[in-house]
């Protein structure tokens, strides 16, 4: 049975950083290509980064490219997301999965990006 748990939300201010994680079990991790996504309020999902299991080579949607890192603990079965100089626009629910994303999604872990 698949889990992704997703935690380290939570209130910043503006230009702030914070370091989410999911862990996963229920499926071969390390050979996953993982993404993370976001919604925001009102909004679709969104894409937001992507790893791929064979080489580690990392992608990133325009808005957090160049603040935001993704990475693996594939011993962990964990996957990060550093998120630096943060901004208002990153205030979302942050949700992790597989590319092919799995129809099972966790419950986020909450970002807020306010002063």
């Known amino acids: 049975q698949v889990q992704l748990v997703e935690s380290g939300g939570g209130l910043v201010q503006p230009g702030g950083s914070l370091r989410l994680s999911c862990t996963a079990s229920?499926?071969?991790?390390?050979?996953?290509?993982m993404r993370w996504y976001r919604r925001a309020p009102g909004k679709e999902r969104e894409l937001v980064a992507n790893?791929?299991?064979?080489?580690?080579?990392?992608s990133y949607s325009d808005p957090t490219k160049g603040r935001f890192t993704i990475s693996r603990d594939n011993e962990k079965r964990t996957l990060y997301l550093q998120m630096n100089s943060l901004k208002p626009d990153d205030t979302a629910v942050y949700y992790c999965?597989?590319?092919?994303?799995?129809?099972?999604w966790g419950q986020g872990t909450s970002v807020t990006v306010s002063s």
């Open positions: 790893i791929n299991f064979y080489d580690g080579t990392t």
């Open positions: 999965n597989r590319n092919p994303p799995f129809d099972y």
């Open positions: 229920g499926f071969p991790f390390r050979f996953a290509n």
